[in-house]
């Protein structure tokens, strides 16, 4: 393969903070790997709280545990999304209510959010695709005008700004994935950023189990208990110590992303039958996804069959949700044209950290040819 779509990156520090946690004989979570990228998070992102995860998707979870979501509960998603934003609620007995996505973007469209407001709402969920912001400040209205917990799916949007304020920030809950795809991973990893303080101590308990295991490790109570519902939420102390090597160098490996995004912007643009990302005015650029829109259907499947010819790998995204097997019995049948453009049209080229400029040409060639 001559330009895979994505390898991740390893610092060379990742060892060295692995083997001193296993000479430590620290394995479990919580200890001081995980102290120090709570830590990094606060400082870096000026976020209040946050607990590493096991996955982001196990960070969905707890904002659905936390958003007290029962049997019948409506939660508003965007149906052109990972199928973690809906799972986490239907777990607790939600019924998910789509939204279409924009027309120049893929994220959710806002004006749409109110229509589909009933008196079973009780969250919205909006996923900054791409590391795009959605526009959050009429999300936020709506959420303060109808009492809705807002979460905010920020797994691709680590280090995304909306008019200066950093993604995962602004809803009652945030969440980020550490995947191996993702500009900052430990194989499998998230993080829950809880951003109203009436929910931070239960999120704790939440994390560890459903006990109060983490005030009893910070000398608060003489026993631990169990108080509540929860699972295993937290990680090893091995995956906080091999992402706490990846947040000592967040600004070199976002550094390299963005200027590999911006060559790829830069000699793609005015490429015959293609349209390059749109970033709106309000939002920052991480650099996770470079993706190009076809012409139709057929141009971008056939496009990306001659990229594989070639040994170039390049994926489209999303299946909406609303399609899904799971979900053509019990949503009605909806139209979602924008999201369907996306899913039809979208192809994302290879893009990482340590993708070199001659891969980079070769892929710009070959798109130029098709």
Not at 275 to 286: A, V
Not at 319 to 327: E, K
Not at 335 to 364: C, G, M, S, Y
Request: charged share 20%; proline share 3%; with cysteine.
């Amino acid at each position: 393969m001559k330009v895979p779509f994505n390898i991740p990156h390893i610092t060379g520090q990742e060892s060295q903070y692995i083997n001193d946690v296993i000479e430590t004989k620290q394995l479990s979570g919580n200890g001081k790997y995980t102290g120090l990228c709570h830590n990094w998070f606060k400082e870096k992102f000026g976020i209040k709280h946050c607990l590493l995860t096991t996955s982001c998707t196990d960070a969905l979870e707890m904002t659905s545990i936390l958003s007290d979501i029962q049997p019948g509960d409506e939660v508003i998603i965007p149906t052109y999304t990972f199928v973690s934003a809906a799972n986490a609620f239907v777990l607790r007995g939600a019924k998910i209510v789509f939204a279409d996505s924009q027309k120049d973007h893929p994220n959710i469209d806002h004006t749409q959010i109110e229509s589909l407001i009933t008196p079973r709402t009780k969250a919205i969920v909006v996923v900054h695709y791409a590391g795009v912001a959605c526009d959050m400040d009429p999300i936020m209205e709506i959420a303060a005008k109808h009492n809705l917990v807002v979460i905010e799916d920020a797994a691709q949007a680590i280090g995304v700004k909306y008019k200066g304020r950093f993604l995962g920030t602004i809803g009652h809950f945030g969440t980020y994935s550490f995947h191996a795809t993702k500009n900052l991973q430990c194989g499998e990893g998230g993080l829950l950023i809880v951003n109203d303080e009436k929910y931070i101590k239960r999120s704790e308990i939440i994390w560890e189990k459903g006990t109060n295991r983490a005030a009893f490790i910070r000398g608060e109570v003489d026993k631990y208990t169990w108080v509540d519902v929860g699972s295993s939420f937290l990680p090893s102390e091995l995956n906080a110590a091999f992402l706490w090597a990846q947040l000592e160098n967040y600004d070199q490996i976002q550094n390299s992303r963005l200027a590999a995004w911006a060559y790829y912007e830069k000699h793609l643009a005015g490429t015959q039958n293609i349209t390059l990302p749109n970033i709106p005015d309000f939002s920052s650029n991480n650099a996770h996804i470079f993706y190009i829109l076809c012409k139709d259907l057929k141009h971008r499947d056939n496009l990306s069959s001659s990229l594989k010819e070639k040994g170039i790998q390049a994926y489209f995204h999303f299946i909406r949700l609303d399609s899904s097997n799971v979900q053509q019995n019990t949503v009605a049948d909806l139209h979602f044209p924008n999201a369907q453009i996306f899913e039809q049209r979208l192809l994302r080229l290879p893009i990482f950290k340590d993708i070199t400029k001659e891969q980079l040409i070769e892929v710009i060639m070959e798109v130029k040819s098709f």
